[in-house]
């Protein structure tokens, strides 16, 4: 089964319950979104990204490209563009405007995002929604669409995320809290 994009109304969401990034200064804004990777897609909120210093651009990550950039989460600031769109479920970042803040994730820190997809492991959203974390792990990694992947078996490339609670977004919509098991 091919990734499949979890269902959010909107954009990615997300939340910084734990992390150390934004005052440690483990942070990378000065890369612009690569112009093939996001020619017809944006940046999202809660997006494991991809970080090429050397061309100063933003990717997605894959199997190939983490073994010679860094994967950063995105947690640009969100911008208001319309009065009549102004959640954050609304905040996307398309190529061409602002750079993207991406941090650097630690061993430990926490964040909760609905930004999430999955493949073979998980049949549809709903058997992601009614997954028993208490008798199933679920752990995140990397995707080549950037959405963090969801699977019942630790990643072996890239960062290593474990789902440590159900919850929501503050607009009410399904998320996962993670923490971060390897950075």
Known sequence: M??????????????????AFPRDGRVEAQCALDATDFATVPAENGMLLAIDRVNRAVKFP?????????????????????ERANALKDF???????????????VGELFTTN?????????DDDAVKNVDLKTTAVYGGISDEGAILLTKS?????PVLKV???TTMPDGQFAFKFQVLKA
Not at 92 to 106: M, V
Not at 115 to 123: E, L
């Open 62 to 82: 894959t199997a190939a490209n983490i073994e010679t950039m860094p994967v950063a989460l995105n947690y640009t600031t969100e911008h208001m563009y319309d």
């Open 92 to 106: 996307k970042l398309e190529r061409g405007t602002f750079y993207p803040r991406l941090g650097f994730l630690s």
């Open 115 to 123: 930004c999430m997809g999955y493949d073979s492991d998980f049949a």
């Open 2 to 19: 091919a990734f499949k994009r979890f269902v959010i109304d909107g954009f990615g969401q997300l939340e910084l319950n734990q992390v």
């Open 164 to 166: 440590v609670e159900k």
């Open 154 to 158: 630790a990643p072996s490339d890239g």
